[in-house]
């Protein structure tokens, strides 16, 4: 197996095509890298070098001369593939390994001052070098040879961004793939449960007793803003986060959570205080998914043996308004309090799924707001989100 410094040259070739330097269009950054380092060094001629396994592609972006392919056995910057720090070469005539090569020996060029740096991976696979050449001989400043260490440097930079975005414009494709999956596998069940409650509502028994046409009609209320937050998730998950900014009285959104979540605290003999709270521009489907989210974590993370205690409360804070849930549950470590937004953290819950407090974060930075979690006043966990009153 072939070797160059940095790895395998297979290794190598595999990274030039998950950076595509090769397919990609040069773009005005690279092309005002090149044209500030031979500015700054002040040469007439500066070039992005991709080397691979037979050639020397000095298409990337140039200044001063015309793009051009050459091969691996006449390329300069090949010869010095192994060098990790700057080569500077006042008269390449003079140097054992500059003095026959084409390029120097008028062949190909008539190069005399010749001076590159590598372009390294943070995985530190060498992909090329940024090249400086005249055909007069003469030397770089102290001060020109940072100017070209650092730009080189922010090539890589651009090409390491350039391959991040790539990244993320796939990950948010699967996104919005695995989101319509998952709208549609919670559709199909969901438009049964309301199928079927519609048509209990219309059963005789259910018609003349008011408790249980109170509990079918609270089935079907429920299911019909499932549906809405469905179609909702699924928009956020394709658009990238446009929301239906609505004025919409909060007191409103904890009303139907805790609605939905009547079981559960009739269940727990939990106790729910929710103090005023201002009227805002807000989504409401999005935030019934973060209210629902952390009312469900309060009820859930109780001490053994202690019924919930909840308190929603909120407080001007300059130009936002702060929502805080506090509980008198087990808490959250002040060590964990950020990693518990994080996806797929599940914290002390070995049977959740990681995925609720980090959709929250998600539904409220896409509010222009953020979220964040202290220790409450009894102990437990005082989750807030803070949002923009507009």
């Not at 609270?218 to 179609?231: D, F, K, P, T, Y």
């Not at 859930?300 to 308004?321: C, I, L, Y």
């Amino acid at each position: 197996m072939s070797t160059v410094v940095g790895g395998t040259i297979e290794q190598q070739e595999l990274e030039l095509e998950r950076y595509a330097v090769l397919s990609e269009p040069v773009g005005r950054d690279l092309q005002a890298l090149v044209d500030l380092v031979a500015q700054a060094c002040d040469v007439p001629s500066a070039a992005i070098n991709i080397i691979t396994r037979n050639q020397q592609h000095q298409i990337v972006a140039t200044a001063g001369i015309e793009p051009s392919v050459c091969s691996r056995s006449d390329s300069m910057c090949a010869a010095v593939m192994t060098e990790t720090g700057n080569v500077v070469v006042p008269d390449a005539t003079q140097d054992e390994r500059f003095r026959t090569n084409p390029f120097v020996t008028g062949d190909i060029g008539a190069v005399r001052f010749y001076a590159s740096a590598p372009l390294i991976t943070p995985d530190d696979v060498h992909l090329g070098r940024l090249c400086l050449f005249d055909e007069t001989a003469r030397t770089l400043t102290p001060a020109q040879e940072v100017s070209l260490r650092t730009v080189a440097g922010q090539v890589m930079d651009v090409l390491e961004l350039r391959l991040r975005t790539r990244e993320l414009e796939r990950a948010n494709h699967h996104l919005a793939l695995f989101a319509g999956q998952v709208s549609h596998d919670l559709r199909s069940p969901l438009t049964a449960i309301l199928a079927n409650a519609e048509l209990l509502e219309t059963e005789p028994v259910v018609v003349t007793h008011d408790d249980l046409g109170a509990v079918v009609r609270a089935v079907s209320e429920a299911g019909r803003r499932m549906n809405r937050m469905i179609e909702e998730m699924l928009d956020f998950a394709v658009r990238g986060g446009r929301l239906s900014l609505v004025e919409t009285p909060l007191e409103h959104v904890f009303t139907l959570a805790l609605a939905d979540l009547e079981p559960v605290v009739r269940r727990g003999d939990a106790t729910i205080t929710v103090e005023a709270l201002p009227t805002m521009a807000v989504d409401a489907d999005m935030l019934y998914s973060v209210v629902l989210n952390l009312l469900t974590n309060a009820l859930k993370f109780t001490r053994e043996g202690v019924p919930a205690q909840v308190v929603v409360s909120a407080e001007r804070r300059g130009d936002a308004w702060r929502v805080v849930v506090a509980d008198n549950g087990r808490g959250i470590e002040p060590s964990r309090r950020s990693a518990v937004f994080d996806l797929y953290d599940r914290g002390d819950d070995p049977g959740g799924h990681g995925i609720g407090l980090a959709t929250t974060r998600r539904l409220v930075h896409a509010h222009g707001g953020r979220v964040g979690v202290d220790e409450s006043p009894t102990g437990g966990a005082a989750v807030w989100f803070e949002l923009p009153a507009r």
